[in-house]
Structure formats: structure tokens, C-alpha cells
């Protein structure tokens, strides 16, 4: 059976929340990597929502979902934010190879 994909693009509060779990998704993965470091981040707004302590046993998710929803932000900060965290996580990477 074939199966075919196509792209939709979400309004309102769906796409708000898709674009907040893939921020999610890129902070957990920076958190939880081998070179993870709170201190060399470069964004402050990203340190406001990262852990002091990161490690493969972090489980913060949920939290900083409850915190991501409070915060209220709108989608170009969400943009940024993930943008940072996938630039952070490079810099993480480079640091544990390098």
C-alpha cells in the first residue's frame, strides 16, 4: 500500500503547541548530551529554561512544559528559542569531540 504525507500548516494554539514540544525536544536533547554546560550557554533568555544540572537522567519535561505555558510566549520567542537550543547543542557536541 502506498502511503502519502502531505505538509498542513497549523494556526493557532495546534501550531503554538507543535512548535513548543519541538522546543522541548531540542532542550531535552541539549540538556541531556555529554557536553552540556549551564555556563557556556550564550542566550540568556534559552538559561532561564535550562537546568543547572543536565545528564542522560534528566526527566524535566513536564515541568518545563507547565513553565514553557506560563511563560506565554509568543511564537518568534518559541522560534528563537529553538533555534538557540540547536545551536547550543552544536557547541555541545564540538566540546565533548573536541
Given at each position: 500500500?502506498?502511503?502519502?504525507?502531505?505538509?498542513?500548516?497549523?494556526?493557532?494554539?495546534?501550531?503554538?503547541?507543535?512548535?513548543?514540544?519541538?522546543?522541548?525536544?531540542?532542550i531535552r536533547r541539549l540538556v541531556r548530551?555529554?557536553?552540556?554546560?549551564?555556563?557556556?550557554?550564550?542566550?540568556?533568555?534559552?538559561?532561564?529554561?535550562?537546568?543547572?544540572?543536565?545528564?542522560?537522567?534528566?526527566?524535566?519535561?513536564?515541568?518545563?512544559?507547565?513553565?514553557?505555558?506560563?511563560?506565554?510566549?509568543?511564537?518568534?520567542?518559541?522560534?528563537?528559542?529553538?533555534?538557540?537550543?540547536?545551536?547550543?547543542?552544536?557547541?555541545?557536541?564540538?566540546?565533548?569531540?573536541?
Amino acid at each position: 500500500m502506498l502511503r502519502r504525507f502531505s505538509s498542513t500548516t497549523h494556526k493557532g494554539s495546534a501550531a503554538r503547541h507543535d512548535e513548543t514540544e519541538d522546543l522541548i525536544l531540542g532542550i531535552r536533547r541539549l540538556v541531556r548530551h555529554s557536553g552540556y554546560e549551564r555556563d557556556k550557554i550564550v542566550s540568556a533568555l534559552l538559561k532561564q529554561y535550562l537546568p543547572n544540572i543536565g545528564g542522560t537522567a534528566w526527566a524535566g519535561e513536564a515541568s518545563l512544559r507547565q513553565d514553557l505555558k506560563a511563560a506565554r510566549l509568543d511564537a518568534r520567542t518559541i522560534a528563537y528559542l529553538t533555534a538557540s537550543a540547536g545551536g547550543e547543542l552544536q557547541m555541545a557536541h564540538e566540546r565533548s569531540v573536541g
